[in-house]
């Protein structure tokens, strides 16, 4: 009983050590043609959104719209029965490599989000990532609201025309507001795309961020991390061995306290994990952090996994598992030096 419960340990072990963290997209290359857009959404969202899909569209750039609800519906013009859905919620975001400019329109959901910590963490977060943040009429308060600007309102918060008023955010004036005015009539909608459009398209054919060598690393990483995991689905140990330190010093730590010291005594578990009675069924990682040094040659991370496997036909499952490890650049590949697995005590 002991050597089966052994056997699933390491099974599981080994299943994680290959189970790579996936919770982060992988990031996607820079792209010199059509920006990728994402559009801030909420409940009671203003109806310049539809000029702005539109034009958005127009110009052949992609959009996505963003949000902390599933779905949600307009104000005033339009009526309260038009419903939009989220194609991605904040909460889930981990990544925002691919995206070019976050754009936050008018609209009375600024009220909710303004009182919202997590809307503001994530406008913060595209800007930190290097996204381009750029807002009109009462768009600016959030861009405010977030600690991006320290603007008087006024002229300085709402410009007579879209304003770069500090790197990567820009500030456009006031639509028509509420009945009785116009609303969206005077949205400076094109005005606003016009001038991320000139913001971005100098830098089309050459990295439209400053943080692009980290994140082609990043993306890199991810994929290492991912790999250690995934190779366990056709049991490649080549692309194992090939993404773990083959060194003395490699160091892995098991939830049990068993510790497996360098690559010699790593490579001892193979004979569990190439029997035909280890199946590796699935994993999945959430949470996925990754830290990349400003040596640009380490990186350290964290992830929960959930690592599914079977031993002779059996679960041997490591759930909400904690992970972490660190990374080093090796001849132009991620290798893993050191990782840690273990399970929270209350669990």
Same mark, same amino acid.
């Given at each position: 009983?002991?050597?089966?419960?052994?056997?699933?340990?390491?099974?599981?072990?080994?299943?994680?050590?290959?189970?790579?963290?996936?919770?982060?997209?992988?990031?996607?290359?820079?792209?010199?043609?059509?920006?990728?857009?994402?559009?801030?959404?909420?409940?009671?969202?203003?109806?310049?959104?539809?000029?702005?899909?539109?034009?958005?569209?127009?110009?052949?750039?992609?959009?996505?719209?963003?949000? /902390?609800?599933?779905?949600?519906?307009?104000?005033?013009?339009?009526?309260?029965?038009?419903?939009?859905?989220?194609?991605?919620?904040?909460?889930?975001?981990?990544?925002?490599?691919?995206?070019?400019?976050?754009?936050?329109?008018?609209?009375?959901?600024?009220?909710?989000?303004?009182?919202?910590?997590?809307?503001?963490?994530?406008?913060?977060?595209?800007?930190?990532?290097?996204?381009?943040?750029?807002?009109?009429?009462?768009?600016?308060?959030?861009?405010?609201?977030?600690?991006? /600007?320290?603007?008087?309102?006024?002229?300085?918060?709402?410009?007579?025309?879209?304003?770069?008023?500090?790197?990567?955010?820009?500030?456009?004036?006031?639509?028509?507001?509420?009945?009785?005015?116009?609303?969206?009539?005077?949205?400076?909608?094109?005005?606003?795309?016009?001038? /991320?459009?000139?913001?971005?398209?100098?830098?089309?054919?050459?990295?439209?961020?400053?943080?692009?060598?980290?994140?082609?690393?990043?993306?890199?990483?991810?994929?290492?991390?991912?790999?250690?995991?995934?190779?366990?689905?056709?049991?490649?140990?080549?692309?194992?061995?090939?993404?773990?330190?083959?060194?003395?010093?490699?160091?892995?730590?098991?939830?049990?306290?068993?510790?497996?010291?360098?690559?010699?005594?790593?490579?001892?578990?193979?004979?569990?994990?190439?029997?035909?009675?280890?199946?590796?069924?699935?994993?999945?990682?959430?949470?996925?952090?990754?830290?990349?040094?400003?040596?640009?040659?380490?990186?350290?991370?964290?992830?929960?996994?959930?690592?599914?496997?079977?031993?002779?036909?059996?679960?041997?499952?490591?759930?909400?598992?904690?992970?972490?490890?660190?990374?080093?650049?090796?001849?132009?590949?991620?290798?893993?030096?050191?990782?840690?697995?273990?399970?929270?005590?209350?669990?």
């Amino acid at each position: 009983m002991k050597a089966l419960c052994r056997i699933s340990l390491i099974i599981t072990l080994a299943a994680n050590i290959l189970a790579g963290p996936g919770g982060t997209p992988a990031r996607e290359e820079e792209k010199s043609g059509p920006l990728s857009v994402l559009v801030l959404l909420g409940e009671w969202f203003g109806d310049a959104y539809f000029p702005l899909q539109e034009e958005i569209e127009s110009r052949g750039w992609t959009m996505k719209r963003v949000g /902390v609800d599933v779905e949600y519906r307009g104000c005033y013009n339009k009526k309260r029965d038009v419903v939009l859905r989220s194609d991605l919620l904040i909460p889930d975001m981990k990544d925002l490599a691919g995206y070019d400019c976050l754009i936050i329109p008018s609209g009375p959901q600024f009220r909710k989000f303004k009182e919202n910590p997590i809307v503001l963490q994530f406008i913060r977060d595209a800007h930190s990532a290097g996204l381009l943040v750029a807002s009109f009429c009462t768009g600016n308060y959030l861009v405010k609201a977030a600690g991006l /600007v320290d603007l008087a309102e006024g002229p300085a918060l709402f410009p007579d025309k879209v304003t770069l008023v500090k790197e990567r955010i820009l500030l456009g004036p006031r639509g028509g507001g509420p009945p009785p005015g116009d609303g969206y009539e005077s949205a400076p909608i094109r005005e606003t795309c016009d001038a /991320v459009a000139r913001e971005l398209g100098t830098r089309t054919s050459s990295p439209s961020r400053p943080d692009k060598a980290a994140s082609d690393e990043l993306g890199l990483i991810e994929r290492s991390i991912r790999d250690s995991i995934g190779w366990a689905k056709t049991k490649d140990f080549r692309l194992l061995y090939g993404i773990i330190a083959n060194d003395p010093d490699f160091l892995e730590v098991h939830p049990d306290g068993n510790v497996v010291k360098g690559f010699e005594d790593f490579k001892k578990a193979e004979k569990f994990w190439g029997s035909p009675d280890f199946k590796a069924v699935r994993y999945e990682i959430r949470d996925l952090k990754i830290k990349l040094s400003k040596s640009g040659d380490v990186a350290w991370f964290f992830c929960i996994l959930d690592d599914i496997n079977e031993w002779k036909g059996q679960p041997a499952n490591w759930e909400n598992t904690r992970w972490t490890g660190v990374l080093e650049k090796r001849d132009g590949r991620w290798v893993t030096v050191q990782q840690h697995f273990s399970f929270a005590s209350d669990k």
